[in-house]
């Protein structure tokens, strides 16, 4: 089934990133640890953001991420970047302050996100807190508990206006956490954005290494890198797709499963751009080849670091042949794109997209989940090889395509159809009658199809006044024929006043409605003007 | 779960009773071209239309509007799809979103009886169709008696007929089976009508009620029908003009759990078709955009232009996007160049914020953009978009997030079909949020395919994705001798194209075309080079018969024919001593070069040939002509040497035949290789992905270059470069891989082990299938 419609239940993309770093006092707690030097809750935090961050730099290295430090107050400490080092650096130089007052820093980020992005990229935001929540004014429960009591002006900034992820990294167990509410407040949090989040807390004791474990848990969920395979028959190459793409779900399902893309990605065929017309697509991502070398150890996606020698892993990959980059040279000298095959009934494209004279990319867009994403080309199934059909659609001379498909109906602005819901409408259709009678006999044809459209409409609506008073119109238009008409016109207009006086009777014998008026056939061209 | 909408089965019932002919009252002038251009001729007298034109205008208008935007289509079989999901993630619910193809009309007219004019069936959903069907009713007879006629048979019918299934929900039925009664069925009907009194309206919807009552019992015992969950009932009321209502207008109720209704009460004439037009709307949640600035000659100044603006109708959610972004606060508005292009700096940012501060106030006051549609208030809003003369008729691909189907509100009018004729001669229109200044937000366009215009949203957002590496920065991207312009040629030779015939397979199963189009990739990459040093046949005019002929599935004789003679003009080519396009860094001394060349050559075409040696008997033929032609076995020494190194080097080879990539080490060699000799020619600019052309000619510059270069090394006698120990490793490695086709030829005659693949396709353990012919 067709339907083009932006899919709500659609989340597209894992993107822009903000870290909101709880830096009241109460993080400067101390952590007891055996048979180690002191560390401060603080600490804790930093250590697992600093995790957070390598992992991105390594696996993302085109996120946008931005630091945000807050307490009563809140502080851009790094704005959108995809410079880990200093967001890194920043962890480190973040100053404690007084108490936590989450609703600020949460209108704060609302604003940041939207200067930067507008509201139509979806934002995962990770708040980094040790779960005392504050007291008082400001505090997340004061905040929660008077939610429903607010004006535009000071409105609760959850949900955000923008798609969002709100995680919470508690630097807090939960056996910690249940003596108090909250946990009950911080899943009220994320209900009230519209339970677009989750909460992470430490398993066991408040550790290095279990910060490490809790963090790896949100990479796991939020920014593992989409690896595929992407193959046109025996020619495959590997590949990550950015950002990575997300499950959809299609709610109108009788047990609507959310769909994941495979992770080999065949190649159906290639269609040109012009024949696939900037289709509607829910996403689309970056594809860049990756090596694997003989260890199997990813050699990464050979994009360039600053201080590479020549030697590097990436410039190895950089002269390695990838399928890759063969096809989209390919797909953009010929300006066509690759069909892909994401999953059971679900359909993507691959083509070159330039960012510049000079740089361009290989691009992936996914369509809508159906297995006719685009009424113009059809069921994808139902796509062959053009080497299978007895003569080339495309032309031998590559001149034509069987592309678009034309649907079995025609539109009504296709179609000529005749409204007369306004006066202007009825009056054309009259006018264009009477300028072709008055161009009799020369414009016979087309007298006599206007004057047959009109026919058709009046029986139709059952409005065969008008057949009447069109008929009194073409009689009144033969007397006042000048002397220099040719004789056939007055035979033609009255013939035609007559014809439309019998369908006005609504007699089924002259009133129907696949009958037409024809031209009476008369003979001038011999001597005598005798009706045949 | 949502299941299928009222939206879906829509009852027309209008009243054919006697007063119905009656005239509206309102008059409309014909004969205006007369009264314009013909002074002193008296104009003929205006007419007007009945009650019944005013009733039956209105509703194809509503039906117009209805199939230009959800046209009807056929369900696609659900079944018979060899790629399809599993039945219960099938689609199988309309929503009124997803409402594309399966709106549904029925037309009902009543008098003394109820006449319907057609049936749910897609074939029967057009405005063609209704027409026809109309004028075979014709206009009511004033003189029946008015006694024995009503509006109420033809309501009585629309229940009955609301019980029949559409093939929408046929289809989802069947595919249910047992859980078939997970299928709803709901439906509207819109009665128009001239009632006498409120009473009268209660009658009506009383005796819709009861009738609904009866026909679900009756559906409860029957297979084939179904009960009707829900119905919404929409009467209309139509008086003649400058008379007073009898009947008050009454707001949408719920009369009982299955059906609710609502009265409007409408005088005829022009007011009619308004309200109709405002329905189609609210129920199938339309939104209306208004393009604006459009040039257009004039008609009798054909060098002057006037602009015009033309109103369309298409889904709601073709705005969603643009309504987000207006109900921004404005300070902190980021709004961006087209297609997030390019991101404007803070400064400029705070300009725009100010800009988009008339946007967000015309929420309240200015036309430009309204959104406030409530579901029951007038359907007037109306968001303007500017049109911007296209400029080129080039291809773009616009990052496009949505294409809703239009349907222009006055379709006739001469600006609307100048528009609509524009779009459907191929053109497309890039359409702008109008701003009182500064930057330009292209946030729509229009286009046609195949004969139906849709507005496309396009992403006005910044891009998450700006400023990524370039292709040539990555894996793969200093590469410079890519096969561009012959993968090229491949891709146009695997263009799809739809299949309108159903072909049946051998089995008798339906030959899904898709699957065949994977069989050819499939059949055209088993051997296929990317980069050009990588081959010698490929760069070969003379091969190109042969090697576009084994591809296909079959041969015919005169394909055989063909490659016997590419086969024998390669012999002759080789008796000649002709050049070879052959890359030569890592070939040996000058002396066999030539001999070197061609053998390389032949292993290379025998590699093809072989990788298509199962796809039929006439291929096997083609590789028999091969061997017998190709050169005579290399010296005996030097297939001695070859074997020892056979011996050694057996099982990988093996294996990597039977992986059926017999190519692949070849490849991983040949990879080197070419690091090597691209390490040597620092020249190249990485930025640049070089088109590699097909014909051979750069390639026989480049080699002789090489050569030269590579001759000193192979005659001194001091100290090994490292470049050298390279090539000597890697000619060791070529020359293994071919002494090894050599050896194997004159040693088994056994062609089926060669290609396991094929026999792995098919589920047979290709290892074990190869060991146990060898022996």
Same mark, same amino acid.
């Given at each position: 089934m067709i339907h083009f419609y932006n899919s709500s239940t659609v989340t597209t993309v894992t993107m822009p990133t903000v870290v909101l770093l709880d830096v009241s006092l109460s993080m400067t707690r101390p952590v007891s640890m055996e048979g180690s030097e002191e560390y401060q809750r603080k600490h804790l935090a930093a250590h697992g953001l600093s995790m957070l961050f390598e992992h991105m730099a390594t696996n993302y290295k085109l996120e946008f991420t931005a630091l945000v430090a807050f307490s009563s107050l809140w502080e /851009?400490?790094?704005? %959108?970047?995809?410079?880990y080092n200093t967001l890194q650096e920043a962890l480190s130089t973040v100053d404690d302050y007084d108490k936590t007052c989450l609703e600020s820093a949460l209108v704060g980020i609302s604003n940041i996100v939207q200067e930067e992005w507008g509201v139509c990229i979806p934002c995962q935001i990770i708040l980094v807190t040790d779960?005392? /929540?504050?007291?008082?004014?400001?505090s997340l429960r004061h905040s929660l508990a008077t939610l429903n009591h607010r004006g535009e002006e000071n409105k609760f900034p959850l949900p955000f206006p923008f798609p969002s992820k709100l995680y919470v990294m508690c630097i807090a167990n939960l056996e910690e956490l249940q003596t108090t509410d909250t946990l009950d407040i911080l899943e009220r949090m994320i209900d009230v954005n519209n339970g677009e989040g989750q909460i992470f807390t430490i398993d066991g004791p408040l550790c290095l290494k279990n910060v490490q474990s809790m963090f790896g848990k949100l990479i796991d969920q939020a920014y593992t890198p989409f690896h595929a395979v992407l193959k046109c028959g025996h020619l495959v190459s590997d590949m990550q797709m950015f950002p990575r793409p997300e499950p959809v779900t299609i709610d109108e399902e009788l047990e609507p499963v959310p769909k994941s893309i495979n992770t080999e990605l065949d190649i159906l065929g290639f269609i040109k751009i012009a024949d696939i017309s900037s289709p509607p697509v829910l996403s689309r991502h970056l594809v860049l080849p990756i090596a694997f070398n003989k260890e199997g150890d990813d050699l990464g996606t050979g994009i360039p670091e600053e201080t590479e020698d020549e030697n590097s892993a990436s410039q190895i990959a950089g002269k390695m042949p990838s399928f890759c980059v063969l096809l989209h040279g390919s797909l953009k000298v010929e300006g066509m794109v690759a069909i892909v095959q994401l999953g059971p009934d679900w359909y993507g494209m691959l083509y070159s997209q330039a960012d510049s004279k000079k740089k361009s990319n290989l691009m992936m867009s996914l369509f809508e989940p159906g297995p006719e994403p685009l009424p113009w080309l059809g069921r994808i199934s139902q796509l062959g090889p053009i080497l299978d059909a007895a003569e080339n659609p495309y032309g031998e001379d590559d001149s034509?395509?069987? %592309?678009?498909l034309q649907p079995r109906t025609k539109r009504s602005y296709a179609q000529n159809v005749t409204v007369w819901i306004k006066p202007s409408g009825l009056q054309t259709d009259v006018q264009k009658i009477l300028r072709n009678a008055r161009k009799l006999p020369e414009k016979t044809q087309t007298f006599y199809k206007e004057l047959n459209r009109l026919r058709k409409a009046a029986l139709a609506f059952g409005f065969l006044d008008l057949l009447k008073g069109v008929a009194d119109m073409l009689d009144r238009e033969c007397t006042l024929l000048p002397e220099t008409a040719h004789p056939d016109a007055a035979f033609q207009l009255s013939h035609a006043a007559q014809q439309l006086k019998l369908a006005s009777t609504g007699n089924s014998e002259y009133a129907a409605y696949e009958h037409n008026i024809t031209p009476l056939q008369t003979d001038f061209s011999g001597s005598s003007a005798d009706r045949i | 779960m949502k299941l299928f909408s009222e939206a879906h089965k829509t009852v027309f019932v209008v009243d054919h009773c006697p007063y119905m002919s009656e005239s509206c009252r309102q008059t409309v002038e014909f004969d205006m071209f007369t009264k314009n251009r013909a002074p002193g001729i008296i104009p003929l007298a205006p007419i007007s239309k009945s009650l019944w034109t005013c009733a039956v205008e209105s509703a194809m208008e509503y039906c117009r509007i209805m199939y230009d935007i959800f046209p009807a289509r056929k369900q696609p079989a659900m079944i018979n799809n060899m790629m399809s999901a599993p039945r219960d993630h099938k689609l199988l619910t309309v929503a009124p979103k997803q409402l594309m193809g399966s709106t549904r009309v029925n037309f009902i007219v009543s008098d003394s009886r109820a006449h319907t004019l057609n049936s749910w069936s897609q074939e029967d959903q057009n405005l063609q169709e209704l027409m026809a069907a109309l004028a075979a009713v014709g206009p009511p007879n004033p003189r029946m008696d008015p006694e024995c006629c009503s509006v109420l048979h033809g309501l009585v019918e629309a229940v009955e007929v609301l019980c029949k299934c559409t093939d929408y929900q046929h289809e989802a039925r069947t595919t249910l089976m047992e859980n078939a009664d997970r299928v709803s069925n709901r439906g509207r009907i819109i009665c128009i009508t001239n009632a006498k009194s409120d009473s009268h309206v209660r009658m009506l919807e009383d005796c819709v009620q009861e009738t609904i009552h009866e026909h679900n019992k009756l559906a409860a015992s029957s297979d084939h029908l179904m009960q009707v969950q829900h119905c919404e009932l929409v009467l209309i009321h139509t008086y003649t003009v400058g008379e007073d209502s009898m009947v008050s207008d009454r707001p949408r109720k719920d009369i009982s759990s299955v059906l609710t209704s609502e009265v409007h009460s409408v005088r005829a004439g022009r007011q009619l078709p308004a309200k109709l037009t405002t329905l189609v709307q609210q129920h199938f949640d339309l939104a209306s955009t208004t393009i604006t600035n459009i040039p257009m000659k004039e008609e009798q100044h054909a060098n002057t232009s006037a602009n015009y603006d033309v109103e369309l109708l298409h889904q709601k959610d073709a705005h969603t996007e643009l309504l987000k972004n207006a109900n921004q606060e404005p300070n902190i508005c980021g709004s961006y160049l087209q297609n997030g292009g390019q991101r404007h700096s803070k400064k400029e940012g705070k300009t725009i914020a100010a800009l988009t501060c008339d946007h967000v106030k015309g929420k309240k006051?200015?036309?430009?953009?309204?959104? =406030?549609? =409530?579901?029951?208030?007038?359907?007037?809003d109306t968001v303007t978009l500017k049109w911007c003369t296209p400029r080129t008729n080039n291809v773009e691909l616009h990052y496009c997030t949505g294409a809703y189907r239009i349907s222009p509100?006055?379709?006739? =009018?001469r600006p609307s079909s100048c528009l609509t004729n524009f779009l459907l001669n191929g053109r497309s229109v890039l359409l702008e949020q109008p701003r009182k200044s500064g930057s330009k937000v292209i946030s729509h366009m229009l286009c046609s395919h195949g004969g139906e215009i849709f507005l496309h949203v396009l992403s006005c957002c910044r891009s998450i994705l700006e400023e990524p590496p370039s292709i040539s920065e990555g894996c793969g991207g200093r590469v410079t001798d890519y096969r561009i312009t012959d993968f090229g040629e491949f891709m146009r030779e695997n263009r799809l194209a739809p299949v309108l015939e159903t072909r049946y397979m051998m089995d008798g199963n339906v030959e899904v075309p898709l699957e065949r189009a994977k069989c050819q990739l499939e059949r055209h990459t088993r051997y296929w080079p990317m980069i050009i040093s990588q081959t010698t046949i490929f760069n070969m005019q003379a091969v190109v018969p042969l090697a576009s002929l084994i591809v296909k599935e079959s041969l015919t004789e005169e394909d055989v024919l063909n490659c016997q003679k590419t086969i024998y003009n390669l012999v002759d080519m080789e008796r000649k001593n002709d050049h070879l396009p052959i890359s030569t860094v890592g070939t040996r001394g000058k002396g066999s070069k030539r001999d070197e060349q061609y053998r390389i050559m032949w292993n290379e075409l025998e590699t093809l040939v072989r990788a298509h040696l199962n796809n039929s008997e006439k291929h096997q033929r083609v590789l028999e002509c091969l061997l017998a032609c190709r050169s005579k076995p290399p010296e005996e020494e030097d297939r001695k040497k070859g074997r020892r190194k056979r011996e050694d080097k057996e099982d990988k080879s093996d294996k990597a035949m039977k992986d059926y990539e017999p190519d692949k080490s070849w490849q991983d060699s040949e990879r080197l290789k070419g690091t090597l000799e691209r390490e040597k020619e620092e020249l190249v600019e990485a930025e640049i992905i070089k088109d590699s052309p097909d014909s051979p000619e750069p390639l026989n510059k480049k080699p002789r270059v090489s050569i030269g270069e590579i001759q000193p090394i192979e005659k001194v006698k001091g100290p090994m470069s490292l470049l050298a120990m390279w090539t000597n490793r890697i000619n060791t490695a070529n020359s293994r891989k071919h002494q090894e086709f050599a050896g194997r030829l004159s040693s088994v005659n056994n062609k089926a082990e060669l290609y396991q693949h094929l026999k792995e396709e098919n589920g047979v353990d290709a290892h074990e299938n190869g060991k146990a012919s060898r022996q």
């Open positions: /851009l400490m790094v704005p %959108f970047t995809r410079d779960g005392s /929540l504050g007291i008082g004014r400001g034509k395509s069987p %592309f678009p | 006051g200015d036309p430009h953009i309204v959104c =406030s549609n =409530s579901r029951d208030g007038p359907v007037k509100v006055d379709v006739n =009018s």
